[in-house]
């Protein structure tokens, strides 16, 4: 069930009554009655992939205990080498598996060898990326003893399939999550408010602004021999906010509704479009999966240590791996790959470092640099980003040929005249609330309630009068 | 928790009584399910709902909906006629629905208005799922925050009461929406869109093909009629470019016996017009006219 829809609206206050009212005191039965409800959630996407779930979880819990259980470090290593096997196997089986063997056939047929490759009607599950990653990243924790394993089998399957962030995110780290599964929660009136707050924000990023721009970038995308480059260059930015909001939106909603039952899930997004450089971004965007990278591959593999070499390949491994975890097509590579080249000069000229504060950070306004640095950091991730949602490399290609033509410098369509509106005034709210975890966080403020409702109404009122034709969340794919 | 839970409802209040109002002040003409992305499709479905086998369909863009006049088919051709066209539906469309409308209708014979317009590329988003229910039970809404319902509920009922407006959605009672020509609301862009044919997508030719070779293996005539439009539709390069489309229409339909019908290149006035290509009342009936002499003549 997606976020803005009325089963979600049905389900989770009827879930957040019985957890504190029936179920309140008894931290086994929330942790049961969560994992219920969170199997229900995944079942109402498609019944047939809770045994998958449920095989992960119990490999993970295994294989956990078996690798804390044992002294010898060669058969620990098999352990966690058993489950890195079995999870990425099952990932790269229901994911790739067609990619492979159509790339294989496509290599043979560049040889001048036709052959016909085995393609398997392959059903990806929702969220098979994100609990996979979440998994073993408690494999691989148990094993670097950072964690001790769980004999707890229902706060272990209550972590693994937690609702709000199953399906696409955040990427929770089983040394934060899990221990907040053996710890009484208490209700905290504060922490419900703030979680209904950002429950509101992600939804006015994901029904107003994300749904609407996918409309209009859709048409772009599909018709893009047909429009001129300035309209291109719009239609692109369309999918910048399009991506964005939808991601960080289900992810705000993610989070608001886990502080709703009294967890706290990492910040997956910080503002990432007012970055000052790439490097920025990649420290703002997508938080959860970046680092999950940067602590099980980028380190292990020498991270930005050693010779200049070592760091280049390492960078276009973590950057390529990155995309390809966005989806079996040669597109995401090539973003990934496009996003390693902006990153690799900063890193070479160990300036990866530099903008680590918020931009403006005390002031109200941008510096002239800042305003610059911005915009040209943005408008690289945006030719990224075509590559990203084109169907293919040629068409990526295509769309940057003719964006770049002599028609970029005409007036451009933008298809909607209230849209640029309604994405101005919420990089408003995104600018001013920069240094907060999120758009409506109102904790600093000493806003009169009548304001506060004002403001909460006004947004309502936006979701109800601008919500566009519902459009899946993307990540929903991966 | 208590007073979390009663604060939450209060502040949810207002915004429940002034959907409720606003629900109950346009209930009359609340408007029909949301089966597709399309307005008037859903409208026509809904009015579709009720009725049964016809002899006689009409089916396509709202050119088949404005300029295909029911009362002259019913009176000279057959009594048994629906129009099930709606806005904004290519050729595409048609190709996809064509199984689905036979199958609803089971008409013996279809006729499809057309024009350049109906050959680029559809945006109704219509796909396997929605296809399927076109004709089913009610739809529930999922998305809680669909503005489709309140956006269209604030002009459905003009647009159900109206005649002399594009977005008339008065039906007849088989269907159409002949549009008035007393007091029609001219909009002067779209009195001067001009014909494009350099958007016209090959692969609907193809499309058409398939379909007219399935009506022909169906038993069912499929009659293509090929629009007027005003003078100042026309570029320049008019005659060139309509030779070659109706070379392709009729490569289209050499395997059948299916009629085309061609007004394409007559010159009709101005009058009869409401915008570059769509017909008033008084157009439609002449059109229509002139298509069944066409039939009883062939």
């Not at chain 1, 229900?40 to 047939?48: E, H, I, K, S, V």
């Not at chain 1, 936006?462 to 991966?478: N, R, T």
């Not at chain 2, 503005?147 to 039906?171: D, G, Q, V």
Request: hydrophobic share 45%.
């Amino acid at each position: 069930m997606l976020f803005n829809s009325i089963e979600f609206a049905i389900f989770l206050p009827i879930v957040f009554f019985i957890y504190w009212f029936i179920l309140d005191n008894n931290l086994k039965l929330q942790n049961a009655f969560l994992l219920l409800a969170s199997y229900l959630f995944y079942g109402w996407w498609d019944w047939r992939f809770l045994s998958l779930i449920l095989f992960s979880t119990l490999i993970d819990y295994f294989i956990g205990i078996k690798i804390s259980q044992t002294e010898s470090e060669s058969l620990r290593k098999r352990f966690l080498g058993l489950s890195i096997f079995l999870n990425l196997g099952f990932l790269g089986f229901f994911k790739y598996f067609n990619f492979f063997t159509e790339s294989f056939a496509n290599a043979f047929t560049l040889l001048g060898q036709e052959i016909n490759p085995i393609s398997l009607n392959i059903i990806l599950p929702v969220g098979i990326s994100f609990y996979t990653f979440q998994t073993l990243s408690y494999s691989v924790d148990v094993y670097k003893r950072k964690l001790s394993p769980t004999k707890d089998f229902i706060a272990f399957s209550a972590f693994v399939t937690f609702f709000p962030q199953l399906v696409a995110g955040p990427i929770e780290r089983a040394t934060n999550l899990l221990p907040q599964f053996y710890n009484k929660r208490e209700f905290n009136y504060n922490k419900a408010v703030d979680g209904l707050q950002q429950i509101l924000w992600g939804l006015f990023k994901k029904v107003v602004i994300a749904d609407n721009c996918a409309v209009y970038a859709s048409q772009v995308f599909n018709n893009y021999e047909v429009f001129s480059g300035s309209t291109l260059l719009v239609g692109a930015i369309y999918f910048a906010f399009q991506i964005y909001g939808d991601f960080s939106g289900y992810s705000d909603i993610a989070i608001g509704s886990s502080r709703l039952f009294g967890f706290d899930l990492m910040q997956n997004f910080n503002y990432p479009y007012f970055s000052r450089d790439i490097a920025e971004f990649w420290r703002r965007w997508h938080i959860s999966l970046s680092t999950w990278f940067r602590d099980y591959v980028y380190i292990p593999l020498g991270g930005s240590k050693g010779s200049t070499f070592s760091k280049v390949k390492n960078t276009f491994i973590i950057f390529m791996v990155s995309g390809f975890w966005h989806g079996a097509n040669w597109t995401f590579i090539a973003w990934g790959f496009i996003n390693a080249c902006y990153f690799l000069p900063i890193l070479l000229l160990e300036k990866n470092r530099v903008n680590t504060d918020t931009v403006a950070q005390g002031r109200f306004l941008l510096s002239f640099r800042e305003a610059f640095q911005v915009l040209s950091t943005f408008f690289l991730t945006v030719i990224a980003w075509v590559f990203f949602r084109s169907a293919s490399i040629t068409e990526a290609f295509g769309f940057l040929e003719r964006m770049f033509s002599n028609s970029f410098f005409t007036k451009p369509k933008t298809f909607d005249e209230t849209l640029p509106f309604l994405i101005l005034f919420f990089l408003c709210i995104e600018y001013f609330q920069r240094e907060k975890k999120f758009g409506l966080e109102f904790k600093d403020f000493s806003l009169p309630r009548p304001i506060k409702w004002g403001i909460n109404y006004f947004i309502i009122w936006l979701l109800f009068w601008y919500g566009g034709s519902q459009q899946e969340f993307i990540y929903f794919q991966f | 928790m208590k007073h979390f839970l009663l604060k939450f409802l209060f502040f949810l209040a207002p915004i429940f009584l002034v959907t409720l109002t606003f629900y109950i002040f346009h209930f009359k003409y609340w408007p029909a399910d949301k089966i597709t992305n399309s307005y008037s499709l859903n409208e026509k479905l809904h009015f579709l709902k009720g009725i049964g086998n016809v002899n006689v369909l009409g089916f396509g863009s709202s050119i088949t909906f404005n300029n295909l006049y029911s009362q002259e088919i019913v009176e000279q051709i057959d009594s048994s006629f629906v129009n099930a066209s709606s806005w904004g539906i290519k050729i595409e469309d048609f190709a996809q629905l064509a199984k689905v409308l036979n199958k609803r209708f089971q008409p013996k014979t279809i006729i499809c208005i057309s024009n350049v317009m109906d050959f680029t590329k559809s945006d109704l988003g219509l796909d396997k799922d929605n296809i399927n229910h076109l004709f089913g039970d009610r739809v529930v809404p999922t998305n809680l925050f669909d503005r489709y319902y309140f956006k269209h509920a604030l002009s459905n009922k003009e647009n159900h009461n109206i005649s002399n407006f594009y977005t008339s959605l008065k039906f007849d009672q088989w269907g159409g929406v002949p549009l008035t020509a007393k007091d029609f609301k001219i909009d002067t862009n779209r009195w001067n869109e001009k014909l494009d044919f350099t958007k016209i997508d090959s692969t609907c030719y193809y499309q058409l093909n398939q379909l007219a070779l399935y009506f022909e293996k169906e038993n069912i005539r499929f009659i293509f009629v090929l629009s007027p439009s005003t003078a100042s539709a026309k570029k320049n390069d008019y005659s060139v470019t309509i030779a070659e489309h109706k070379q392709k229409l009729r490569d289209v339909f050499s395997q059948t016996h299916h009629l085309i019908i061609d007004f394409s290149e007559e010159n009709w006035g101005d009058s009869l017009f409401v915008d570059y290509a769509h017909l008033n009342e008084n157009g439609a009936r002449l059109l229509t006219k002139k298509i069944v002499e066409c039939l009883n003549n062939n």
